[in-house]
């Protein structure tokens, strides 16, 4: 007997899914056919019903909801909202901030001559009034229509596949939801600050009972008290601690680096205050017989060493990867190997740090966008070969921590 495959193909929203992927949502073929399904049994009455309704189908953690949110304003309202929040500096470099100020120059509410003579946050200040302004007046976007036209949605409209809908959205709590933002700083794409930054570290453990079983579990000793009868037994555990071991390696030399120092202290900061077991290195563009325990890297410590420690160590790597191949490949490539005596070269010693320690993770405060096209970009893959690699966005600081939390 054949089997019958769901026709998703001419189901509603199948252009929306598609967004939804392109705006970062795992979304399936079996999401779009629940939301048909809900569709057809009437769940949905307004707009606001289906934005509810669809978010309940299609996400399923907090990191994607501001996506969500924005791919939907987008395709029902027509408003592009920029995946970075209120105040944040990397919105001169989205797409939407430029045709803005494109726009504002055309219409002469910004003197393009006098474009250099605004301050940053000024220029940011009135980017947002506008987005907002739009976002309150506006009434009705291209995909939703309550009367004729081509929407799926209303009535008497042209499409041959649609939804009656009686009346239309009137508090337009959808559009007032979204624009409140309330989830941008879950997002993966976000820049990392203190507070998600710490969220994200807090998920890597490797707990372990240790010490004398001292400590008094409730649960259990009434469990078995009442097993007994009410004869008390008293149930005794040990301590559950976390006993994970953190190396960080910092790359701190050359001017490559110098932009990402911010961004260096605060995970510094942070991997501090999370993890007691906690060791910090130091090296120039990439690590050879020697590391430093010290910033100015006056105190060397042997290679060698490190690559005693346990081999269940967790050991994050920072740095660019950026470097001369020869900086890499070659002996005595070191750009700090004066003497010219024949050192192995970094590979060799980066290798080893793979072998011993499965457990590694190279992060590239470069974003991952670029490093197919940086300077460098022959050593920057070379190394992924070796390590596994993440950018430091937030979402490549959950995909580290997701790495070395693995057993």
């Given amino acids: 007997m054949s089997t019958v495959l769901p026709d998703y193909n001419n189901a509603l929203f199948v252009n929306f899914v598609y967004l939804l992927r392109d705006y970062g949502v795992p979304v399936s073929p079996k999401d779009l056919l629940e939301l048909n399904d809900g569709l057809e049994k009437g769940i949905v009455q307004n707009l606001d019903d289906l934005f509810v309704f669809s978010r309940l189908v299609f996400v399923r ?11 939907f304003c987008f395709y029902f309202y027509g408003i592009d909202v920029p995946a970075v929040a ?54 009705g976007g291209s995909k939703w229509i309550g009367t004729k036209g081509n929407s799926p949605f209303g009535h008497s ?8 809908v009686d009346g239309a959205s009137k508090n337009r709590s959808a559009l007032k939801v979204i624009g409140d933002r309330r989830y941008v700083t879950y997002s993966d794409k976000q820049q990392l600050r203190a507070e998600n930054l710490r969220q994200a570290l807090e998920t890597m453990k490797h707990m372990k009972n240790e010490g004398p079983r001292d400590l008094l579990n409730l649960d259990e000793t009434i469990r078995r008290t009442a097993r007994n009868g009410g004869d008390i037994e008293l149930c005794f555990e040990r301590d559950l601690r976390d006993k994970i071991s953190v190396v960080l390696l910092i790359d701190n030399g050359g001017y490559s680096m110098t932009p990402h120092v911010e961004i260096t202290r605060l995970l510094f900061s942070k991997l501090h205050e999370r993890f007691e077991d906690l060791k910090i290195y130091y090296f120039h563009n990439t690590i050879y017989e020697n590391v430093w325990t010290d910033f100015r890297r006056l105190r060397a ?6 690559l005693q420690r346990r081999n269940d160590t967790r050991v994050v790597i920072l740095g ?31 290798n080893r740090f793979a072998d011993r320690f499965p457990h590694t993770c190279w992060l590239n405060p470069l974003s991952k966008d670029t490093w197919d096209n940086t300077y460098g ?22 995909g580290m921590v997701e790495f070395l939390s693995e057993k």
Wanted: charged share 30%; net charge negative; glycine share 8%.
């Fill in 61 to 71: 953690k907090v990191d994607h909801m501001d996506a969500f949110e924005r791919a």
């Fill in 320 to 350: 660019d990867a950026s470097m001369a191949p020869e900086e890499l490949v070659t002996h005595g490539g070191a750009i700090s190997n004066y003497g010219g005596r024949a050192q192995k070269p970094s590979l060799y010693w980066l």
């Fill in 86 to 139: 209120e105040g944040d500096y990397e919105l001169f470099n989205t797409k939407q901030f430029r045709e803005w100020l494109q726009q504002q120059i055309a219409d002469g509410k910004i003197p393009k001559k006098a474009i250099w003579n605004y301050d940053p946050d000024e220029l940011m200040d009135k980017f947002w009034e506008t987005m907002k302004e739009q976002m309150e007046a506006h009434h």
């Fill in 377 to 398: 970009a022959y050593t920057v893959n070379q190394i992924r070969d070796i390590f596994h690699m993440e950018d430091m966005t937030l979402g490549g600081i959950k």
């Fill in 157 to 164: 409209g042209n499409s041959e596949r649609g939804v009656r």
């Fill in 301 to 306: 410590h042997p290679t060698e060493q490190l």
